[in-house]
């Protein structure tokens, strides 16, 4: 069953729930958000360290044959068929020297930004801008993200990887593309900056920054956590779970990727 469907299924979700992603995971939660017709509404929206505006590489892994196989796939044409179907971080990779490539054969982060103009969709926009609050945060010392302010969906300009543009310089906020100057304008974005390299998050923070938009939640108001790393999700979720002070038998959801 698709994605968008699983999540329709879902009664418990009905009333609204709130979404955490954690970095590529962010950009399913935005998915789940523009694409899903007919779902039951998002409210809050906590990004840890996304790639929302693209990312301009993907780090060698190490020296197995999994990651020398990664490797040899970046080293070919990256929006290739054969590389969208088989790589799935080429589905985010924003290569700014060639964004006519990008643009014609990335398959997913063009259609979530809305940046094919003769396909621009504005129920996107709609329903990303209906969310209550938008947590953005970013990591001062981020060596995974390229660069890393693409966690504030600030990105290179079109032709050259210098200098990074702020968020509010790119045109996907100037013409409002998803929504997102539209949340800004409305007091509904906050843009955190923290320490520490890609989701090394500590408790303080994620009290002082997380926190605050979960913890009124409802019995009937969920939390959906998106992530690509199973292990690394369940650090983060148990010690967010101390700080919010819920118990094991308390109704969550969880969606791992």
């Known amino acids: 069953m698709p994605l968008s469907e699983q999540v329709k299924s879902m009664s418990e979700l009905g009333k609204g729930y709130n979404i955490v992603g954690l970095s590529q995971g962010n950009l399913i939660g935005r998915g789940i958000i523009e694409f899903c017709d007919g779902g039951p509404p998002v409210k809050n929206f906590i990004s840890l360290g996304g790639p929302h505006a693209g990312t301009a590489s993907v780090p060698f892994c190490g020296s197995a044959l999994i990651c020398i196989l990664l490797d040899s796939l970046l080293k070919?044409?990256?929006?290739?068929?054969?590389?969208?179907?088989?790589?799935?971080?080429?589905?985010?990779?924003?290569?700014?020297?060639?964004?006519?490539?990008?643009?014609?054969?990335c398959r997913f982060l063009p259609k979530l930004n809305n940046e094919i103009k003769s396909t621009?969709?504005?129920?996107?926009?709609?329903?990303?801008?209906?969310?209550?609050n938008l947590?953005?945060?970013?990591?001062?010392?981020?060596?995974?993200?390229i660069p890393k302010e693409t966690s504030w969906f600030g990105y290179y300009p079109y032709g050259a990887f210098d200098p990074v543009l702020p968020v509010q310089e790119t045109k996907l906020y100037k013409e409002d593309w998803i929504g997102l100057k539209t949340l800004d304008e409305a007091g509904k974005v906050k843009f955190v900056n923290v320490s520490g390299n890609h989701l090394q998050i500590s408790g303080s923070d994620m009290k002082k920054y997380m926190v605050p938009y979960l913890e009124d939640q409802t019995s009937t108001e969920q939390t959906v956590t998106v992530s690509s790393s199973y292990e690394l999700l369940s650090r983060l979720w148990y010690s967010f779970k101390n700080l919010i002070g819920l118990s094991e038998d308390q109704p969550l959801l969880q969606t791992m990727f």
């Open 76 to 105: 070919l044409e990256i929006y290739s068929n054969y590389v969208q179907e088989h790589l799935a971080p080429s589905g985010y990779l924003k290569i700014p020297t060639d964004m006519t490539n990008y643009l014609e054969g």
């Open 120 to 132: 621009r969709n504005s129920t996107y926009k709609e329903r990303f801008a209906s969310l209550q």
């Open 135 to 145: 947590v953005l945060i970013m990591f001062k010392d981020d060596t995974i993200l």
